[in-house]
């Protein structure tokens, strides 16, 4: 009876598991077989949707590669995002070991001022934020998203990296100081890598967030060249109500790819960081 109850209880595990995984996989399933289907076969409601019902193709990919600026949308969304992603790590880390070390309950109120800060729609600052890149003479241009993206993402980065820090002990950092290190120094030699957690999550958060933000990218820039892959892709293959399937889905999986590695790759990290970012 045990034996049936294990065997059972596994098997309920391993079938809710194979149904995420399912559904997990499936739209990019779906983009793939779109993205290589004749125009004919997509959009033939007699045809079964899951398959090639004829050949493949390749033009749904010849078009988005050098029919539009794709690859000028990859470039523009790599920079902005690196720059970015170096921009909010240099703010957020000394503002939340500063935070967390000597600024005590004060601090903490403070802490959480600043993530609330992070939960005000941007549809109310998209109008005084384009003023203040309009003063900069940033229009059309990606420098402005450059300075307006860190305005969301260094107020949850620098929360996170609070609680990640004050799961650090003080004893560890006071020993380098007592060893004969500055505070900086037990900062860079003692806290930081014992912090990479925390800080690779803020990377690849910070530079997913960036990669798939809409708003701001649609408010500031309509210069083709300029644009990130966010909006190059909708805008330009949706002319009215005609939607070039094809090259969509093949602009929607492509950028996904890299994105899915990384995650893979630091998953562990990535999990790592954020529990102990939000329970500490």
């Not at 590669?65 to 790599?78: A, I, K, V």
């Not at 070991?97 to 005590?104: D, T």
């Amino acid at each position: 009876m045990t034996r049936l109850k294990k065997l059972g209880g596994r098997s309920a595990l391993y079938s809710i598991v194979t149904f995420f995984c399912i559904f997990s996989v499936f739209p990019f399933y779906w983009m793939l077989i779109a993205m290589f289907k004749q125009d004919h076969d997509l959009f033939n409601p007699a045809n079964n949707p899951f398959r090639f019902n004829e050949p493949a193709t390749l033009e749904h990919l010849r078009l988005l590669l050098f029919d539009t600026y794709f690859l000028q949308y990859l470039y523009n969304t790599l920079m902005v995002g690196l720059a970015v992603v170096c921009i909010t790590v240099a703010v957020s880390v000394p503002a939340a070991y500063s935070l967390a070390r000597w600024c005590r309950q004060w601090g903490e109120n403070l802490g959480i001022g600043i993530f609330l800060t992070y939960l005000v729609p941007p549809t109310l600052l998209f109008i005084p934020l384009s003023r203040m890149t309009s003063l900069f003479g940033l229009n059309e241009s990606r420098m402005a998203l450059v300075l307006i993206y860190p305005t969301f993402t260094i107020p949850f980065c620098t929360w996170l990296l609070m609680g990640f820090f004050k799961s650090i002990p003080k004893d560890i950092e006071e020993q380098a100081m007592i060893d004969g290190c500055s505070r900086l120094g037990a900062m860079m030699r003692i806290i930081i890598p014992l912090s990479i957690s925390g800080i690779l999550t803020i990377v690849v958060f910070a530079f997913t967030l960036t990669m798939h933000e809409f708003i701001y990218a649609l408010a500031f820039i309509s210069v083709s060249a300029q644009k990130t892959i966010s909006i190059g892709v909708p805008t330009e293959l949706v002319r009215g109500d005609v939607f070039r399937w094809g090259p969509l889905m093949a602009g929607a999986l492509l950028p996904s790819i890299p994105v899915a590695i990384l995650y893979t790759f630091f998953l562990d990290r990535f999990i790592a960081g954020f529990t102990m970012g939000a329970v500490k």
